[in-house]
């Protein structure tokens, strides 16, 4: 691990009286990657950012973002990094332009450049047209982007990204991570995204971490994680009533695995040459198929081997 990365923790701890809410995390994120930090409500994902923020204090370990001291040298942090937190406040009131025009005289940005910067960041989020209306008039996904942009207006060295979509629907989703793209690509921009959604991860993050009870336990890059789980995963839908027969009719194809009610899951050794197997085991068992998938392996198995449940912002989880 390199002290010189864009963020580094090494051994950070954060207690709120016996509770551990981050236990003893070791993080690395090197210059210009798009770093994934996934995890469940609770998990210890917005605390850790929190402390990397200085918006919180580490109990004890420490980090340095942007080449600072997260405690030392907060002030320095502070000026290096942009920060769009999912519960960040925005004027209704005031006007996009006018909200981006104060964010850059908080950050001490020239007059001149703060002008110039103001109108490259609206065409670049796409909120030139609605500039000069009252953000009140916003819609979600518009306020997101706006939130976006003002974090950007001081050109920062490290951008945090707390849920950017949470609560979008699919289409401004869409369009917010083709903007972290090209502003990862376009600017170099050093970016650390958390997010419950496996699929937002996967698209966009060059490597990931995945935090639980707030200790991480799973690292890497997404498809050599995905490539770790092995077997495929079998869903077959069989009606609650019928769970646990299926599994105990099938457990000689496959390790079971997390899936939703009325639904039996497994990782299906021999893949797509073991179909036949399951729909003859079934049978054999009197239990009638609603409907049977087999899905490569995704960052979803990924997250059930690594805690043994589904994370409940799961795109397929949500879809099924």
């Avoid at 080449?67 to 960040?88: F, K, N, P, W």
């Avoid at 025009?101 to 940005?109: C, T």
């Avoid at 890059?221 to 079998?234: Q, S, Y």
């Amino acid at each position: 691990m390199s002290k010189e990365s864009p963020i580094f923790v090494e051994n950070l701890c954060r207690k709120f009286g016996a509770l551990s809410a981050v236990n003893n995390i070791n993080l690395e994120v090197t210059a210009g990657q798009i770093f994934g930090f996934l995890g469940p409500n609770g998990a210890g994902k917005s605390t850790t950012v929190r402390m990397l923020t200085t918006l919180m204090t580490p109990t004890s370990g420490r980090a340095r973002v942007a080449g600072y001291d997260v405690v030392t040298e907060a002030d320095m942090v502070r000026r290096s990094i942009g920060v769009a937190l999912q519960d960040a406040a925005i004027d209704p009131i005031m006007t996009g332009r006018e909200l981006l025009k104060l964010q850059a005289v908080l950050h001490g940005v020239t007059r001149k450049r703060s002008k110039i910067k103001s109108e490259e960041l609206l065409e670049r989020v796409g909120l030139k047209g609605a500039s000069d209306k009252r953000v009140g008039q916003y819609s979600g996904g518009m306020r997101r982007r706006l939130d976006l942009a003002m974090s950007l207006i001081h050109e920062p060295t490290v951008l945090f990204l707390d849920e950017p979509t949470t609560g979008l629907d699919p289409t401004s989703r869409s369009a917010l991570w083709d903007e972290v793209r090209r502003l990862n690509k376009e600017l170099g921009t050093t970016v650390l995204l958390t997010t419950q959604y496996l699929e937002e991860a996967d698209q966009l993050a060059d490597r990931i971490a995945i935090i639980d009870g707030g200790s991480i336990v799973r690292e890497g890059k997404p498809e050599t994680l995905k490539e770790a789980v092995g077997d495929p995963t079998i869903r077959i839908e069989v009606g609650e009533e019928n769970v646990e027969a299926a599994a105990l009719a099938l457990m000689a194809l496959g390790p079971r695995r997390p899936s939703l009610q009325g639904r039996i899951a497994l990782g299906l050794k021999g893949g797509g040459e073991n179909m036949a197997a399951v729909v003859r085991a079934l049978d054999d068992a009197g239990i009638q198929i609603s409907h049977i998938e087999l899905d490569p392996p995704s960052l979803e198995d990924v997250f059930a081997e690594a805690t043994g449940r589904r994370l409940e912002g799961s795109q397929k989880g949500g879809n099924e």
